[in-house]
């Protein structure tokens, strides 16, 4: 028990500071860096509306490596792991992170609320609605 009344006590005390790290001055400084910014202001601008661009021809386009690993989970079936574009995956069910009320602002509910529509969206909140029901009606809450 003294024992760990002792470390307890010691969790009360103050972190011990760190050692300072000292930065070689050799480095360029975040002042240095803004002054090349300053002294060559067209790294900042946008280009003028004549000037010709890369065309998108050479831009890198996703490349997918296909089926990573497959698990049988007798007597359920199989689970696969696929690298690729998950709305053009030909599956049974698809597992996606959502909001609590659902009202995504970004990411993975939000996209698949896009290209779903409407439909999409008016479905899922009335199997939400209808979800909620039957758990009040399970707990006596109704």
């Known amino acids: 028990a003294a024992e760990q009344h002792i470390d307890y006590v010691r969790q009360l005390e103050p972190p011990r500071p760190q050692l300072r790290v000292e930065v070689d001055p050799k480095l360029q400084s975040s002042l240095h860096e803004t002054r090349l910014v300053f002294g060559h202001p067209e790294l900042t601008q946008q280009p003028q509306e004549d000037m010709a661009l890369r065309p998108l021809q050479g831009a890198p386009t996703p490349r997918y490596e296909g089926l990573l690993q497959e698990v049988s989970v007798e007597p359920f079936g199989t689970l696969q792991v696929v690298h690729g574009d998950l709305f053009e995956a030909q599956a049974d069910a698809l597992v996606l992170p959502m909001t609590p009320n659902l009202l995504p602002y970004r990411g993975l509910g939000l996209e698949a609320f896009d290209r779903g529509g409407k439909a999409l969206v008016e ?17 006596g809450e109704l």
Not at 125 to 139: G, H, L, N, P
């Open 123 to 139: 479905a899922t909140f009335a199997q939400a609605k209808a979800d909620s029901e039957e758990r009040a009606a399970r707990s």
